[in-house]
Nanobody, 121 residues
Framework: QVQLVESGGGLVQSGDSLRLSCVAS????????MGWFRQAPGKERDFVAT????????IYADSVKGRFTISRDNAKKTAYLQMNRLKPEDTAVYYC??????????????WGQGTQVTVSS
């Protein structure tokens, strides 16, 4: 069992940066890939980025490639999403998830409660 708590969201201006954190509790954090997803009002939850349990491989959505960086610190049981050059279209609730290394929400068994990111133009 893994519990996830996100933090770091907020209101920023276009072009600014934010770093989201996802702290896990439970002893099996290192066994899971970690993913970040986002959901804008009235839209489906979309894939943003994922990282393997070792941190050795990552995948990004085309919309964030080159601007966002996913990382993890297994000793701290924490995953991060560094978001640079933010755009208004990045506005959404951001969720972290633990599960299989995948772009699909269905492959993640554990989810955080989400953190709001709002980017003004």
């Amino acid at each position: 069992q893994v519990q996830l708590v996100e933090s770091g969201g907020g209101l920023v201006q276009s072009g600014d940066s934010l770093r989201l954190s996802c702290v896990a509790s439970g002893r099996t954090f290192n066994s899971y890939a970690m993913g970040w997803f986002r959901q804008a009002p009235g839209k489906e939850r979309d894939f943003v980025a994922t990282i393997t349990w070792s941190g050795g491989s990552t995948i990004y959505a085309d919309s964030v490639k080159g601007r966002f960086t996913i990382s993890r610190d297994n000793a701290k049981k924490t995953a991060y999403l560094q978001m640079n050059r933010l755009k208004p279209e990045d506005t959404a609730v951001y969720y972290c998830a633990a599960g299989r290394y995948s772009l699909s929400t269905s492959q993640y068994a554990y989810w955080g409660q989400g953190t709001q990111v709002t980017v003004s133009s």
